[in-house]
């Protein structure tokens, strides 16, 4: 890949174009937006845990106890049933049972920490092609910010034993999807996308938005893709269902609380926060990173910007009324993508504030004819 940075002519996000006016409400909503989303993380409201003490075994014992359990030759599905039964985890929904992938790839592999080192550089192919997304689209101002914050979302693939999780692996597959598609690799995009869903289901919003997106563009072929891909998961599905079906019993527990929790903005911060850097700060820097990347996505106005703050925007829309506090996790499946929001935040801010500043179209061109006709008079 050419990551060469384009300096001569410094990209303008949709910012640039706006008046005055306009520009200096989008500036004030924008400041609503981050004081209402720190006041949010100050109050009662907030939530998430990831960054307090540990609370116990969670799912990344589970998940690592099924690999360790296939290394020593037991299948899937039989680990699976053994761990979530012995640590007390709900299992009469058929979502509590995550798909065979990664961790039967994990347990199968020779050694597990060969699974981190795929998972690393998968994350490491993964931040240079947004590196080139965000070069060749937003100059220098969007690359270095948006990579550092997308670096800061890959550090949990090298730390301990946190390459088990599946929603780890979805969140890096799904940035490389757009960010492949985006630079015009079509098949690898498609590919790796329909992968993110293998891995996690919570991946199935962005392949329907990629699906949406092609047919509106009138990308067929491109679609026909994204619709087999989606065809033969869902082949997969099916077989999943039927598999966790002959492990299920009667007596099964199910979550005593619904997944729809209405959690609005409270929850999205603390999804926000699953990154490294942010877990580091108060979660008031998480809120003021969320306000910055749906800036981003909104003047990032190209093809690329349009799929990537759509995919944005649909999971921030699902996360404001599924997922229950404990789901805080969730947050590493969009992490790495609103780096990408991050990082044109900055060419965004440059624009409205240069918009704000400027001078109206009429009042700048009042004194040019008002010279005009003071010269006629005096001719």
């Known amino acids: 890949m050419n990551s060469t940075l384009p300096e001569l002519s410094p990209p303008r996000s949709a910012f640039a174009r706006l008046s ?9 909503s924008a400041l609503g937006a981050v004081v209402l989303f ?12 990831a ?17 360790d359990r296939i290394q020593a030759g037991e299948s ?18 058929v979502f509590n049972w995550r798909t065979p992938l990664p961790i039967w790839l994990i347990g199968s592999l020779p050694r597990p920490e060969f699974g981190k080192l795929l998972l690393g550089l998968i994350a490491l192919a993964t931040l240079g092609a947004a590196f080139e997304l965000l ?38 597959m799904m940035l490389l999807s757009i960010s492949l598609l985006s630079l015009g690799r079509m098949r690898l995009g498609v590919v790796t996308g329909v992968g993110a869903l293998f891995l996690r289901e919570l991946a199935g919003p962005y392949c329907l938005v990629a699906l949406l997106l092609a047919l509106g563009r009138r990308r067929f072929r491109e679609a026909a893709w994204w619709t087999a891909g989606l065809a033969v998961y869902g082949a997969f599905f099916l077989w999943h269902i039927s598999q966790v079906h002959a492990w299920q019993t009667p007596y099964d527990r199910a979550h005593q609380d619904s997944w729809i ?18 877990l580091c700060l108060p979660q008031f820097v998480a809120a003021i990173a969320l306000a910055l990347a749906l800036l981003g996505f909104a003047g990032w106005s190209t093809p690329a910007g349009e799929r990537a703050g759509m995919t944005a925007g649909a999971y921030v829309l699902l996360f404001g009324f599924v997922g229950q506090d404990f789901n805080q996790y969730w947050g590493s499946l969009i992490a790495p993508l609103l780096g990408l929001g991050i990082g044109w935040s900055i060419p965004a801010l440059r624009d409205l504030i240069r918009a704000a500043r400027a001078q109206s179209r009429g009042s700048v061109s009042t004194p040019r004819v008002d010279d005009a006709a003071s010269a006629a008079a005096g001719a």
């Open 20 to 28: 005055p006016v306009s520009a200096r409400c989008v500036l004030w």
């Open 38 to 49: 720190v006041a949010i993380t100050v109050s009662p409201r907030a939530k998430g845990f």
């Open 51 to 67: 960054d307090k003490p540990s609370r116990g075994p969670g799912d990344v014992a589970l998940y690592r106890a099924e690999v």
């Open 76 to 93: 899937y599905y039989s680990a699976a049933f053994q761990e979530l039964h012995a640590r007390g985890y709900p299992t009469r929904s």
């Open 135 to 172: 070069a060749r689209e937003g100059g220098t101002l969007a690359a270095l910010p948006g990579t550092l914050a997308i670096a800061g979302a890959m550090f949990p693939c090298l730390l301990g034993d946190l390459y088990v999780m599946p929603v780890l692996w979805a969140g890096v």
């Open 261 to 278: 929790q209405f959690g609005g903005a409270a929850f999205v911060i603390s999804l926000v926060q699953m990154n490294g850097w942010l």
